[in-house]
């Protein structure tokens, strides 16, 4: 059973950000960009420990729709046809909680590799 249960889920196109209140009191706001490079779907996490995939160029990828799982996740179907990936509620929580972290740990990976983001002008 999920430790935490979200009350509201909330995808905004526009802006390309998905917002997710707890029943905790916590929320938020994350990029469609920030969730599909942190998918949790073998494509992007690999088999095992140490073959994830980093992925590049997913600074304008939004999501098309959110599909639920269950009672227990959701599957975002990204607009560059990503859609294995299957969020639990204690996954999207994770991910909330240690976004700061893992955002900075994306971008030295990115910068490591030799890429770098581009931006909307």
Not at 13 to 36: H, N, P
Not at 89 to 107: F, H, I, K, S
Request: glycine fraction near 10%.
């Amino acid at each position: 059973m999920s430790k935490h249960t979200p009350t509201e889920i909330n995808l905004n196109r526009k802006t390309r950000m998905l917002t997710v209140a707890f029943d905790d009191g916590a929320s938020f706001e994350m990029s469609c960009e920030y969730l599909r490079v942190h998918s949790p779907s073998a494509e992007v996490q690999g088999h095992g420990p140490g073959q994830g995939v980093l992925q590049v160029g997913k600074e304008r990828v939004n999501i098309e729709r959110i599909e639920p799982v269950g009672n227990y996740a959701i599957k975002p179907v990204f607009d560059d046809g990503h859609d294995t990936g299957i969020y639990s509620w204690d996954t999207l929580y994770t991910l909330g909680v240690n976004q700061a972290e893992n955002w900075r740990d994306y971008l030295a990976q990115l910068k490591s590799a030799g890429h770098e983001r581009q931006l909307d002008s």
